[in-house]
C-alpha cells in the first residue's frame, strides 16, 4: 500500500479524560444551553473569574452564586471533573494562563465597516475557537462506540438538512471511498421511507445544530424502533433528537452574528465530528478500506491529468 494512504490513518484517539485548564471555557461554552439555570451561574462564574473561583471552598462558591453545595458539585462533574477539589485546580491552571498574557485579542464579532483583512482574522479566529470547543466536549466513549457500530453496519443512512445537509454528504461521500454502503437522502419522505428498511445491523445517523428538526428526527425515531443503532450529532445535548439516540456526539454552539448565520458556524463544528468518525472507522478497517481508498483515487487520476499535453 502507498504511503500516502497509510499517511491519513493517524493513531487511535484514548479514553476520556477531565478537561485541560484551557480548554474550560470551551466547555464551559457549550454545555451552557443545556444546563439548568443554576448549573449555569455557577458554570459562567468559574469561566468569568478562575483566579477569584479557585480560592473559594465549595461553600463559598455556593454563597457567590447563590446555588448549594450540591449544584457547585453537580457543575463540576457536568464539565467533565470528578469533584469540585479537580475544578479549583483546573480553574488555578486557568488564571496561570490567562495571566501569561497569551489571551487572544480577537474577536468574531463582524461589523459592517471591517476591512477585508479584519474579516479574515476574525473568521478565522472563530473556526479555530469553534474547533476547540467541539474538541474539548466530544464524548470518546460516544465516538467509539459509534465508530464501532459504522464499521461493521450493513448499511448507514445520514439525514441532514439544510446546511447540515452538506455535512450529511460529506459523511456519505468519505464513506463510501472506503467501501461502505451508506445513503444521505435530501428529502425528508425519503428519509423516512428508508429508514422503515433498517434494522439492527445498520446505523442512522442524524445531523442537526438546534436538535429540535422534525426532519431529520423523524427518520432516525423510525430507524430507532426498527432496532437500529442510532447517532445525534447536535448542538443541544438536552434537545428532542435525543431521545432516540444510542450515541450522542456534541458540536460547539455556535456563535451567531448578524452577518454570519448560526448554520455557517456549526458547520464547522460538523464536519470535525465526522471528520473523526470517518477516520476511526478507516482505522477499525484498514485492510479494507486502505485498498477500497487507493481505488477510488486511481479512478479518478485521469481526470486531474492535462489533455493532450497542454500546458498549464
Known amino acids: 500500500m502507498s504511503q500516502d494512504v497509510k499517511g491519513i490513518f493517524p493513531g487511535s484517539v484514548g479514553p476520556e479524560a477531565p478537561p485541560a485548564p484551557a480548554a474550560l471555557s470551551a466547555k464551559v461554552r457549550t454545555l451552557a444551553p443545556s444546563m439548568t439555570r443554576s448549573m449555569q451561574r455557577v458554570a459562567e462564574a468559574v469561566a468569568g473569574d478562575p483566579a477569584g473561583c479557585a480560592a473559594l471552598t465549595v461553600t ?134 428508508n429508514a422503515v428498511q433498517l434494522r439492527a445491523k445498520d446505523v442512522a445517523i442524524t445531523i442537526t445544530h438546534s436538535g429540535s428538526t422534525g426532519d431529520v428526527i423523524e427518520p432516525l425515531r423510525v430507524a430507532f424502533e426498527h432496532g437500529a443503532t442510532t447517532v445525534a450529532i447536535t448542538g443541544r445535548p438536552d434537545g428532542p433528537v435525543t431521545q432516540y439516540a444510542d450515541h450522542i456526539l456534541t458540536t460547539s454552539t455556535a456563535r451567531e452574528s448578524e452577518l454570519r448565520p448560526a448554520a455557517m458556524s456549526s458547520r464547522t463544528s460538523q464536519l470535525l465530528v465526522v471528520d473523526c468518525l470517518f477516520v476511526g472507522v478507516a482505522q477499525r478497517t484498514y485492510e479494507t478500506a486502505a485498498p477500497a481508498l487507493s481505488a477510488s483515487y486511481e479512478a479518478l487520476a485521469h481526470r486531474h491529468r492535462p489533455r493532450g499535453g497542454t500546458k498549464r
Do not use: C, F, M
Open 60 to 193: 463559598g462558591l455556593a454563597e457567590l452564586t447563590g446555588t448549594s453545595e450540591a449544584t457547585v458539585v453537580r457543575t463540576a462533574r457536568l464539565l467533565g471533573y470528578p469533584g469540585y477539589r479537580d475544578l479549583r485546580l483546573a480553574l488555578a491552571g486557568l488564571a496561570a494562563h490567562q495571566q501569561s498574557g497569551r489571551a487572544p485579542a480577537v474577536t468574531a464579532d463582524i461589523a459592517v465597516d471591517d476591512s477585508i483583512g479584519d474579516v479574515v482574522a476574525k473568521l478565522a479566529y472563530d473556526e479555530q475557537q469553534t474547533l476547540a470547543d467541539t474538541a474539548a466536549g466530544i464524548d470518546t466513549v460516544q465516538l467509539g462506540a459509534a465508530v464501532a457500530a459504522l464499521a461493521t453496519a450493513r448499511r448507514i443512512d445520514v439525514y441532514g438538512i439544510g446546511a447540515s445537509g452538506l455535512v450529511a454528504q460529506d459523511l456519505v461521500q468519505k464513506l463510501l471511498r472506503i467501501g461502505l454502503i451508506a445513503h444521505a437522502p435530501n428529502d425528508p419522505h425519503l428519509a423516512v421511507t
